[in-house]
């Protein structure tokens, strides 16, 4: 019976006593109900007149709902909105294929060959994420500014192309993989390629399903860089976009929030979409281990 | 030359294996020294000189390092960093963790679950500051009316420097949580279910289990959050931001400041003494590397991988 | 207040009088439309080509809209490369952009900015400019351009773009409720602080008063009003707080805000004028200090009725000054195109080049024509809003004296010490002071 149950159910979709349920619903709510306030406000001040938006204490559900006023009104102050969205497609996409190519052979690399030097290369390639951003940007804006990249897409996406987290991340995934499936490929006279390509990198899907969502969200919410190579309307991305309805004196929240939550909605809809390859990657690579 | 080929290993099958690593490691470590170590090194050069973007670099030897050395405002900073992580990383790990297996379970709702607990994530930073100030507001807060009854309720959470970390902490694991929640479960999948189904043949509970196939399985990731939590704690500098810009951006006196705020300041505030921001980075740069040294000197103990790596 | 309406008459006449007077040396083609214009703009020499930057984007719609009639009507063939820059980020982007050579010809400046580029030598000294075109740069009055002045000689580095004055935003249904009679520009610290005792209900949780929030619209227009330059001597040379003006004006707002009539910061949420002019819009507060750049927000309330009235007078001095702050426009030192951008910055501050200010509305145009100040005024619409009561408080006003770290240390840290940690004025104006004098030069 025991042993049914443990092959039938998986451990990942135990199931689970009635009081450990009754307190991990409980535990779930409350975190919820706090993870949801930000955006729930964000939501209801996308559909608020102005004249809602200073009520103290903030109101969560509008008294007069405007949402098509509001969407009409950001449009009109932002009327490049659509252009903005496609500009940040276009990078995300750039920045996440690229950190898939280079960031997936690297963190091979680093994970099963040896070669010399490779502990102090991948300490220093780590080292690069402990310096913040504000302390180097003059400097690189300055090298990409003589490369001739200023208010060029390059300028926008070839940085973006290497990282050291997601080397990192894709690092520590592959060596949770057996290394037995490798071999008996490498035996079969595969080169490191093929083998990355058709052993590990299906091994890895939960890791790559993470890597995706949290690469993507990065670059599309990146802010201050895009902000700083970026002049023209051809070469600006949505928060920079965004932005510019933030002003010195006023800001019209009801219409910023409209657009943020517009430029949320992608994410959200990826993220669902991927989030079962967390839980169900393994199986839906076909392998079974 | 031969000697020099002997650094790549002592057969024609390892000295293979070793140009094959480089290869595949070239681009990304390459594009990365040149997109970010060469203006790392930049900058880190800057800290020994006067200068503020718009006049000529003056070489000033260490006076930038003596200056932090006698600066109560860096000290300040460093010491609320240094409070931030070490109260940041355990909540933002156990809780992350918690939630990670939560909702790895069988449970009603666990995709909507994990699509609100992402949702900070993308949320935008200024919904975020503004409900977040509103949450901890004197009076008028959240946070107020939950406290009132224990007779707290006129706490100044956003002003009083002996309170405002706590509303930092607490937005900053808000931030974070569903990011390491990701990773999480990605790592949990990757714990082999025949361990599982050995560990219950042998009639180990679920706390076992837990303590002796989960965590052991899960430590690659546990060390990879562990060591980007850690990292990205010590650079604190949307959430003071989030928190504090309504108030007073840095907290009373400097009492939420941290050091990659207290650089930011430096660097692009007013005066614009970007020498000395340069400075500030080369220390919170040192301090980080040694803990992160130490992480990974001290992962052999503890973090298990299915296979010795390149061997 | 018909009084100091005559005098804004009298002075901009004057204005007008000696600032046609002087401006003789070239005429353009085109007739002018009536009326002596203050600033007439003159022809380029040459077209080519300039870059551009502005913080807002509604003024670069304004701003663009009146480049593009300088191109068509004084400089054929000239192009201008119109940017916007959102302003969170402005300055920053400017610093990052300084040691690659690529700062804009022309941009935008702000007076407590204005110190830290002019002593790097990043702007080009615009008054040989000035001088050939025949304006009299004190037209402008000295709130809005003795800031942008630089050197021994007082040259004017910027052309200003606008004016922002501070009045009293207050609620009229408030004051009828209360029995009291509408404040008119002659009352006193007396009547203020009478008033506001008598609007506060600590019941109903609404306040009389909050007046302090922020350089800009909040306690220094108190101490200027006692006739002391606000935190900083003009010519940076010293901190004024502790001095008898700035103490007796903080002592005034602190004992009001002791006896329970304003809130504290925490209380309103944050410290910004934002801040407290959305706690004011939400019907907790009475009366608050409040910007010109507010009222097309202000005129947007539809829950109660409201007017603005001029800063009360201090019962001595008989004064009240409003802090006055104008944007300006600056030329990049190192252009390569020197004359060109003088001249299109001539240009925006003439009469012709402001009137796209004056018709959008929102934004005061600077330059003091009385047609165009009328027009600003008529583009608020059929209001009973006394938009004229921002006019009458740039004559007696006092410009921005702080710069550099001062302007953000001074719009929370002395405000927070003071009204909601509980700070004696002493104590917290002596820290403000200890920390201005590290910022002084030498």
Known sequence: MMQKAARDIPPSYERVPIPLQVISYVLLFLGAAIMLLPFVWMVSTACKPPQELTRIPVTFIPENQVCRANLDGLYDRVPLFNRYLLNSALTTAGRTLGQLITCSLAAYGFARFKFPGRNILFALCLALLMVPLQAFIIQEFILIND????????????????????????????????IELEEAAMIDGANPLQILIYITLPLSVPALAAFGVITVQAAWNDFLWPLIVSYSPETRVLPVGLSFLIGQRNTPFNLLMMGSFLGTLPMLILFILLQRYFIEGISMSGVKR | MSSFLNLFGKTPLTRRRALWGLLLIAPNTIGLFLFFGWPILQSFRLSFYEWNAFNTPRFVDIENFQRLYDDPMFRKALTNTLKLVGFVVPLEMGLSLSLA????????????????????????????????AFVFQRRYGLMAAALEPFGYGDLNWLVDPDLVLFPIVVVTVWQRIGFDMVLFLAGLQNVPRVLHEAAMIDGANRW?????????????????????????????????YIMTSRTIRGGVGGSARTLSLYLYESGFGQSSDYGYASAIAFILFMIILGITILQLIAQRRWVYYETESGE | MSKSKTLVVLLLGALVISGVSLSSISTPAKAQDGGEAVITPVACAEPGELTMWVWDDNWGKIIGDSISAWEDTYCPGAEVDLQVVPWGEYWDVLTANAPTGELPDVFNMAQDRFYFYAKNDVLLNLQPYWDAAGVDTTVWGTGLVDPYRWGDNGDLYAGPVNWDTVAVFYNKDMFEAAGLELPTADWTWDDFAEAARALTNPDEDVYGAAVYMEYQAGYPNWIAATGTTPDVEAGQTRCTLQDEGSVEALNFLKGLYDEGVMPSVSIVGGSSADDVFNYWASGRVAMIT????KLPDALKIEDFGWDVVQLPKHPETGRSRSILHAVGYVANRQTANPDLAANLILYLVSDEGQKFFAEAGGVAPANPSPELQQMWIDSFGDTDVNVQTFVDATVDSQGVTVFGEIWDAINTEIVLNIFDLGLSVEEATQLACEFIDTQLPE
């Not at chain 2, 297996?101 to 503004?130: K, W």
Request: charged share 10%.
């Open chain 2, 101 to 132: 297996l939560l909702l790895n379970q069988r449970l009603r709702g666990r995709i909507l679950f994990r699509t609100i607990y992402f949702l900070p994530v993308v949320t935008s930073t200024v919904a975020a500051s503004i409900v977040w």
């Open chain 3, 290 to 293: 409040g910007g010109s750049w």
């Open chain 1, 147 to 178: 490369l001739g990249w200023r208010d060029t897409f390059y300028a926008l996406i070839v940085p973006g192309t290497f990282s050291a987290f997601a080397l990192f991340l894709l690092r520590q995934a592959f060596l949770q993989i057996p």
């Open chain 2, 208 to 240: 076992q289990r837990f303590r002796h196939v989960t965590l052991p399985m899960l430590s690659p990731t546990t060390f990879l959050i562990l060591t980007l939590a850690t990292i990205s704690s010590f650079q604190i500098f949307d959430q003071v």
